[in-house]
Each structure stands twice: as C-alpha cells, then as structure tokens.
C-alpha cells in the first residue's frame, strides 16, 4: 500500500511539475487569418518558447511588469505577443498575434503619418511637430500617462513637457506579405511589455484545400 501511494505521488508531482514547466517556458499558439502566408497558414499551430526575450511576469494589479533574464527581440523574428488595440483588459489577459518583427529600437518607422524613431526604455526623444500627435498617443495608450497637445505643445499631467522619456523598448511587427496584406493590415507598434516569446517550430500544418493535416515534427 506505502510503495503505491508512493508512486501515486511521485507520478502527481512529476505530472504537476511538467504542466508548471510547459506553462512557464513553451505554450502553442494557432494561427488565425492569412497575414503569416506563405510562411504559415490559417490553422497552423506553431510551438513558442517564453525565455527567448526573458521570461514575462506580472503585469496584472498586483505584480508590476518585470523580466526574468531579458534580451532584446532581434530582426526578422516571428513574435507571439498581446495585441495593443484592446485596451479594455489586462496585458496579458488580451488577444493573442503572431507577427515577424521589422525594426527594432533605433530604426525609424511611419506610423499613422508620421516618422519616428523607436526609442529605446529611458531615452529621451525631443518632441516636435512631426512626432507631437503619435508620441501623445504612445503615452495615454501604452504608457499609463495622461497627455494632450494644447497650442502646439505636449502636455503631460497637466505639464508642457519638451522631451519624452519612455518606460518601454518599442518594436515594430508586421505581417509577412509586405504586398497587398490579405487581412489589411501592416503592422503594429508593440513596447516590450506585450511580447509573449518567439516561435521555435511549427508542430501542426494546417491541411489545405485538397490536402490531409500532416504533423511537423520539431527541430
């Protein structure tokens, strides 16, 4: 009877343990849409590793963002991370996307018609004409801070601010069809604090039209 309760135990907690080790380091994810073709299909589901930029935690009321062993997301990586238009939830509570990451950092991108250069956490930006309205929108969206442009200047609580220092690296993720995205969409500015982890290999290929589902194995 020992020897049975023994094993039974001893099986529970390696079962306990291996469920505690898949939530926290590998977890799949499915793609939806048309905006990975040709790389992945509608359906794929893709295995992600959450230690390849720091393992996430946090994020909720009580725990504050934080990063276990953080490195930066690199160039043309295919990134699993929440997505920053729904506003209504938690971080980590809201939908999951997959994209490949365009510029990191450093880079200048366009976004809603105007250019500006990824900052990196704890930079300061000078605010300008240009930049003014998306770095507005960065602060009330993303960064927990109240700001308005009142006669051409930036205001943050209630104070005309010159420069802007931000909390987060930013990114930006795209789609892999640079022509013509299918989904209509092309890309999204992402800070660090959303990204989940990096997609390592595609475990399941989503059978097309005239095609049976293959599994792909891991490599």
């Known amino acids: 009877m020992k020897s049975a309760l023994k094993f039974v135990m001893a099986l529970t907690v390696t079962i306990l343990l291996m469920l505690a080790f898949r939530a926290l380091a590998f977890t799949v994810y499915t793609v939806r849409g048309t905006a990975l073709c040709p790389a992945f299909n509608d359906g794929d589901r893709v295995l992600v590793n959450r230690w390849s930029y720091g393992l996430r935690t946090g994020g909720g009321a009580t725990f504050g963002y934080a990063r276990w062993a953080a490195r930066p997301t690199g160039r043309g990586e295919l990134v699993v991370f929440n997505s920053p238009e729904d506003t209504l939830r938690p971080v980590h509570r809201r939908k999951t996307m997959a994209y490949f990451c365009t510029a990191v950092p450093g880079d200048t991108v366009r976004a809603?018609?105007?250019?500006?250069?990824?900052?990196?956490?704890?930079?300061?930006?000078?605010?300008?004409?240009?930049?003014?309205?998306?770095?507005?929108?960065?602060?009330?969206?993303?960064?927990?801070?109240?700001?308005?442009?009142?006669?051409?200047?930036?205001?943050?609580?209630?104070?005309?601010?010159?420069?802007?220092?931000?909390?987060?690296?930013?990114?930006?993720?795209?789609?892999?069809?640079?022509?013509?995205?299918?989904?209509?969409?092309?890309?999204?500015?992402?800070?660090?604090?959303?990204?989940?982890?990096?997609?390592?290999?595609?475990?399941?290929?989503?059978?097309?039209?005239?095609?049976?589902?293959?599994?792909?194995?891991?490599?």
């Open 112 to 219: 809603w018609s105007a250019a500006l250069a990824l900052p990196h956490r704890g930079e300061a930006v000078a605010v300008t004409k240009e930049n003014i309205g998306l770095i507005c929108h960065i602060y009330n969206r993303y960064e927990g801070r109240k700001a308005d442009i009142r006669g051409g200047r930036l205001h943050v609580g209630g104070r005309a601010e010159d420069c802007a220092v931000f909390k987060y690296d930013y990114y930006w993720l795209a789609p892999s069809c640079p022509d013509g995205f299918k989904d209509g969409t092309t890309g999204a500015l992402v800070p660090d604090n959303h990204i989940i982890g990096r997609v390592m290999t595609r475990l399941y290929k989503s059978p097309q039209p005239g095609q049976t589902p293959s599994p792909t194995r891991p490599r």
